[in-house]
């Protein structure tokens, strides 16, 4: 079992910036591949970015790209997810999810992964 937490959600601002975190425990963090995914109200959860076990590779959605920054400290068993120029259709509550998985495979289907943190809320007014 792995267990996730997700924190540093909020409210900001249109422009704003923001960084989530996922503290994890449970198994050797650096087996899991790393993913941040987003729901918004009436919509399917859809992925924003990922990490493999290392951090040696990422990628991210088109809808954010150049938005975001994924990483991650093997050493904290937390990964990060920093966010910036937030836009008001950026809001949704943040989930972070792993996987174990083979180096460089980052999943990007929600249905990959099995273990999921409770989501934090992030909300971006115009």
């Known amino acids: 079992q792995v267990q996730l937490v997700e924190s540093g959600g909020g409210l900001v601002q249109a422009g704003g910036s923001l960084r989530l975190s996922c503290a994890t425990s449970?198994?050797?963090?650096?087996?899991?591949?790393m993913g941040w995914f987003r729901q918004a109200p009436g919509k399917e959860r859809e992925f924003v970015a990922g990490?493999?076990?290392?951090?040696?590779?990422?990628y991210y959605a088109d809808s954010m790209k150049g938005r975001l920054t994924i990483s991650r400290d093997n050493a904290e068993n937390t990964v990060y997810l920093q966010m910036t120029s937030l836009k008001p259709e950026d809001t949704a509550v943040y989930y972070c999810?792993?996987?174990?998985?083979?180096?460089?495979?980052?999943?990007?289907?929600?249905?990959?992964?099995?273990?999921w943190g409770q989501g934090a809320q992030v909300t971006v007014s115009s």
């Open positions: 999810a792993a996987q174990y998985t083979l180096e460089y495979i980052i999943p990007r289907n929600p249905r990959s992964y099995a273990y």
């Open positions: 449970g198994r050797t963090f650096k087996d899991y591949a």
């Open positions: 990490i493999s076990r290392s951090g040696g590779s990422t």
